[in-house]
């Protein structure tokens, strides 16, 4: 039987200011997201959606998303498979296509995965299981457009 999991948060709308939403450049666009355990994230639009360029935008969280959760899936298939893996970097980057009507779709998300291993033996085995961590991974199931993995797997200087 299948496991069902929830993740329960709180969106908490705090741009309304003394007008709300009067019109389209009246209102600020900050929010507060908030959970059971980690501390509150601040979050607002893009700024080319007058948003805040200080508070972290939904764009950005998907694309944060999608690299935690193969870097996850990913150590954990190293951990199994006795891959050790000594550090781990991603320079991710995801596109955003806006539709003429107001809207907009991704259209990818590249992970750019840096991995360092301690033996030269463990590379070829540390690049193989990128793939099947993207088959794992439950974010990157979940969307309807492309996730690429470009890794680049280095072997650790020795001490």
Do not use: K
Not at 20 to 48: C, F, I, K, M
Not at 58 to 82: D, K
Not at 102 to 113: M, N, Q, Y
């Amino acid at each position: 039987m299948a496991r069902s999991h929830d993740y329960p948060l709180t969106l908490t709308w705090t741009g309304a200011g003394d007008e709300g939403t009067v019109n389209y450049r009246a209102y600020g666009r900050d929010h507060t997201l908030v959970a059971e355990g980690p501390p509150p994230l601040l979050g607002s639009a893009d700024p080319l959606f007058r948003g805040d360029p200080g508070r972290w935008n939904p764009e950005q969280l998907l694309v944060a998303a999608l690299a935690q959760c193969h870097m996850l899936s990913y150590l954990s298939l190293c951990a199994r498979g006795r891959v050790v893996v000594t550090g781990y970097t991603d320079e991710a980057v995801g596109t955003m296509v806006e539709s003429g009507d107001g809207g907009g779709a991704f259209t990818e998300v590249v992970l750019r995965p840096r991995v360092t291993v301690a033996a030269p033996e463990m590379v070829e085995r540390a690049a193989e299981l990128h793939e099947r961590a993207h088959q794992l991974c439950f974010i990157a199931s979940s969307v309807n457009f492309p996730v690429r993995h470009e890794p680049v797997i280095l072997v650790a200087e020795p001490s």
